[in-house]
């Protein structure tokens, strides 16, 4: 199964960009790479996917390495309500995804 | 916002007795997943179904057994608790089985077993 390696935890100041690493080195061509943030004492909640090409929402963007190798979720004004885990996954044909350690953000004031 | 619901939202019970956490969805989703997570730990499959009368296990072992009657409901049970069952319990579905879709997760089911 291919995995994903993400720091286990990184700091930002408010209203400024955060840029969150992964790193998916044996990802297949199939797979899609999924973001998902939990906040504390809640669900996962779904940022943003791709496959190949970089995505944009409303929520953040997604920049994705012309390999597929890694990617990066970047939230352009991070705001205190965005400290959460966040989790990199790759998702498979049938949509199952493994959930790793995410990395911890903390937002400072 | 998801439409997906969990039932209770926490739960402390004795040794011994039986468990019913409940789940629902109102997406019409085919596909529904059980998830593990102990506090600040990492999330694991336990159960997923691919629709009515599908189940399967995930990666994690466990003692729980699930049920899939109907596309919008997908219970999961203990027939006798432990403490070691003491853990959050998530419950998530997601519109198909590609790679594209994303699951949608509901609140948890805090769970704590004297």
């Known amino acids: 199964d291919a995995k994903t390696t993400q720091p286990n935890s990184m700091e930002s100041n408010e209203e400024e960009p955060v840029h969150l690493p992964c790193n998916h080195s044996?990802?297949?061509?199939?797979?899609?790479i999924h973001w998902y943030r939990q906040l504390p004492s809640q669900g996962p909640e779904y940022v943003i996917h791709?496959?190949?090409s970089n995505v944009n929402n409303r929520m953040a963007s997604l920049a994705i390495a012309e390999d597929r190798k890694s990617s990066t979720l970047i939230l352009h004004r991070a705001t205190l309500r965005d400290a959460a885990v966040y989790y990199c996954?790759?998702?498979?044909?049938?949509?199952?995804?493994?959930f790793g350690a995410g990395t911890r953000l903390t937002v400072k004031p | 916002e998801a439409d997906i619901y969990q039932t209770p939202r926490y739960l402390v019970i004795g040794t011994g007795k039986k468990i019913t956490l409940e789940c629902s969805q109102t997406?019409?989703?085919?596909?529904m997943y059980w998830y593990q997570q102990d506090p600040g730990m990492e999330l694991h499959l336990i159960h997923y179904?691919?629709?009515?009368?599908?189940?399967e296990k995930g990666d994690l072992s466990s003692e729980s057994t699930v049920s899939r009657i109907r596309t919008e409901h997908f219970p999961l049970t203990l027939e006798s608790a432990r403490p070691s069952h003491t853990s959050q319990y998530l419950c998530?579905?997601?519109?198909?089985?590609?790679?594209?879709?994303?699951?949608?997760f509901g609140p948890g089911t805090r769970l704590t077993v004297l």
């Open positions: 996954i790759l998702a498979y044909n049938n949509n199952d995804m493994r």
């Open positions: 179904s691919y629709g009515v009368n599908s189940t």
């Open positions: 998530a579905s997601s519109a198909g089985t590609s790679g594209t879709h994303e699951q949608f």
């Open positions: 997406m019409g989703h085919d596909k």
């Open positions: 044996t990802i297949s061509g199939t797979d899609y």
């Open positions: 791709g496959l190949t």
